[in-house]
């Protein structure tokens, strides 16, 4: 893992720690943007759009991973 460089901008969520400048990824491996902050609950994008952070499903070296949705599993909660 990186270590923090002096300057840099980050944020630790629930989700894992977010940098100023990670990609964001799509489920389909896809960048649809670069972070500019955390803020409210909410990851905001470089050009001014977010997403919630309840649909990051992790943080890794590439980047804020997006979770799935509409798959088969979606809203049928853990199996006993």
Not at 6 to 29: H, L, Y
Not at 35 to 41: D, Q
Not at 43 to 51: A, K, T
Request: hydrophobic residues 40%.
């Amino acid at each position: 893992m990186s270590q923090m460089q002096p300057g840099e901008e980050v944020w630790t969520t629930v989700v894992g720690t977010i940098r100023k400048g990670m990609n964001v990824i799509a489920p389909d491996g896809s960048s649809i943007g670069l972070v500019a902050g955390v803020h409210g609950g909410e990851v905001l994008f470089e050009g001014g759009d977010s997403i919630p952070l309840t649909l990051v499903d992790g943080v890794g070296e590439e980047g804020v991973l997006l979770q799935r949705r509409g798959d088969e599993t979606f809203g049928l909660g853990a199996q006993p």
